[in-house]
């Protein structure tokens, strides 16, 4: 496709699944399921559902540890920097300030703070290591290729217990 045909569509794939189809040739991207956190005309960010690392949270986060949702590790969010950490929760009582929504019922945290400090209660957490990201019209572009499939997602796929079957469940679904 022409890369001046290409445009953003106001048709947003924040709170959405990206599900990666055979087109898609990124050894990074084979088989996965992204949860998107973001999607503007500047670009988009995500992080991998079904990408479980199998390492303890750093030090750092030990105040987070006995929290984490099963599998309870750390999950590889993306290719893009390996050093940040991003948490997705399903929180009750959420505080002003140390969340940010991303749909209904589910945002990130802020990691610095203790758990006392985010919400009454943490319902559901999952800390990735990295993200995904696309440039200006880079996903658009790879969408119009057919190299991603835009799926509605399930407050369960992001915590999903056995994520590394997460991409036929969601396909079959």
Known sequence: MDP???????SSCKGKLLVAT??????????????????????????????????????ELYAWTDLLSDPATLFSGGAVDDTAL?????????????????TDGLGSIDLMLDPDEVAEGV???RVFRGYSGWGELQLE????????????AALD?????????????????
Do not use: C
Request: aromatic letters at 8%; hydrophobic letters at 50%.
């Open 22 to 59: 055979p087109p898609l040739t990124d050894p990074n991207f084979d088989r996965t399921v992204i949860y998107m956190l973001e999607h503007t005309e500047d670009g988009a960010v995500g992080v991998v559902l079904n990408r479980p690392l199998d390492e303890p949270p750093p030090p």
């Open 86 to 102: 991003i948490a997705l929760a399903r929180l009750h009582g959420p505080i002003a300030g140390a969340w940010s929504q991303v």
């Open 157 to 173: 796929d992001v915590f999903s217990v056995n994520a590394t079957a997460l991409w036929r469940a969601v396909v079959r679904r």
């Open 4 to 10: 001046d045909e290409i445009s953003f569509t106001n």
């Open 123 to 125: 319902l559901a957490l």
């Open 141 to 152: 572009a790879e969408l119009a290729e057919g190299a991603w499939m835009v799926l509605p």
